[in-house]
């Protein structure tokens, strides 16, 4: 039988559903990280959400809806 797919979302840090998942991070919006025009801070910043996440058993990272 496939696993499930498990979803997480946002910047807020990732919810756990296991207290063995541990901690999370406190991410800034992605607003915050595009005024920066910092290219490389921002691929810092999606590498470092994704491995935490990744580690923690996501499959999927939800993106906001932005509004423009």
């Known amino acids: ?3 499930e797919i498990r979803y997480q979302d946002g910047p807020q ?3 756990a559903v296991k207290p063995a998942q541990g901690t999370s991070t406190a991410w800034p ?3 915050t990280i595009s005024t920066s ?3 490389e ?3 810092q910043f999606g590498a470092s959400m994704a491995k ?4 923690k058993g996501a499959h999927v990272h939800l993106g ?3 509004n423009v």
Do not use: I
């Open 1 to 3: 039988m496939p696993e």
């Open 13 to 15: 840090g990732f919810r």
């Open 29 to 31: 919006s992605l607003e």
């Open 37 to 39: 025009w910092d290219r």
């Open 41 to 43: 801070l921002v691929r």
């Open 52 to 55: 935490e996440f990744y580690e």
């Open 64 to 66: 906001p809806g932005v």
